[in-house]
C-alpha cells in the first residue's frame, strides 16, 4: 500500500471526526497516518481526546500533541479508526499482524462506532489470505497450538501456526505471544472466531467480526465506502 493510498484513507477517516469526540485511536502503518492528520488538526484547534491501542500509538500521538486517555478514565468511546490486515465486504476483519489486537478489540468493542481504513488490495471476498494472528499465552503453548489446530481442522482448515519470531517470540504489550495461522480461505468466520474463543491458552484472536460499522477503502478511483 503506498503511502498515498494510506493517507487518502486516513484523510477521509478524519472527516468523521468531531470536536468533542472520545477517540479511538488505532495501531499500524495506516492508522499512523490517521494519527499524524489528526495531530495536525489538533495543532489547528480540535478538541478531542484519544484512547491508543498500543504503547507505539501512544508514544506517537503524545508527541504529536493529541491528549491521551485510558479505557479505565474513559470508558466509553464515540469512534475508533483503525486499519485492518485484510476485510470483505461484509466488514469481517482480521488484524493483528502489528501484534496489537487485543488492545485493537477492547477499544473498538467500547465504541460507537469503528470505522476501518485501508487500501483496496485489503479488500477480499473470502477472508484468509493473511495468515490470522491468535495472541496465545506463553504457558503450555504446545498444548494451546495442538488445541487450534484441531478445533480448525474440524471446520476443514489447515495449515502452518508458528510462533511469531520463533526462537526469539514477538511479545505483546500485555506480555502474550502470538500464533500466525496460515489456514488459507476462512468460509466459517464466525465458526473460527467462536471455536478459538473456547479454548483455553487463547487470549484473543485476529477475526474481528459485528465490530466495524463502515470501512474507507483508498484505490486508484479515490475512496470507496463499504457499509453504512
Do not use: C, W
Not at 96 to 125: F, Q, Y
Not at 203 to 226: C, P, Q, R, Y
Amino acid at each position: 500500500m503506498s503511502v498515498e493510498l494510506k493517507r487518502a484513507a486516513a484523510a477521509a477517516a478524519v472527516d468523521h471526526v468531531e470536536p468533542g469526540m472520545r477517540l479511538g485511536i488505532g495501531t499500524g502503518s495506516t492508522a499512523d497516518e490517521f494519527t499524524r492528520l489528526l495531530g495536525d488538526r489538533v495543532a489547528g484547534g480540535l478538541d478531542i481526546i484519544g484512547v491508543p491501542t498500543s504503547e507505539k500509538t501512544a508514544e506517537l500521538a503524545r508527541g504529536l500533541g493529541i491528549p491521551l486517555s485510558t479505557l479505565d478514565e474513559t470508558p466509553e468511546l464515540d469512534l475508533t479508526v483503525d486499519g485492518a490486515d485484510e476485510l470483505d465486504r461484509d466488514l469481517q476483519l482480521i488484524k493483528g499482524g502489528g501484534g496489537a489486537l487485543l488492545r485493537e478489540k477492547i477499544v473498538a468493542a467500547t465504541s460507537a462506532r469503528m470505522i476501518v481504513i485501508a487500501d483496496d488490495s485489503k479488500l477480499v471476498d473470502t477472508l484468509g489470505r493473511f495468515p490470522l494472528p491468535i495472541e496465545v499465552v506463553p504457558f503450555g503453548l504446545a498444548a494451546t497450538r495442538n488445541a487450534i489446530a484441531a478445533m480448525a481442522g474440524a471446520l476443514g482448515l489447515a495449515g502452518e501456526i508458528e510462533l511469531r519470531g520463533g526462537d526469539a517470540p514477538f511479545l505483546t504489550d500485555g506480555g502474550h505471544y502470538i500464533l500466525d495461522a496460515s489456514f488459507g480461505r476462512i468460509p466459517q468466520a464466525k465458526a473460527l472466531a467462536d471455536g478459538l474463543s473456547d479454548i483455553p491458552g487463547v487470549v484473543e484472536h485476529g477475526l474481528f467480526i459485528g465490530l466495524a460499522s463502515k470501512a474507507l477503502i483508498a484505490g486508484a478511483d479515490g475512496i470507496n465506502v463499504v457499509g453504512a
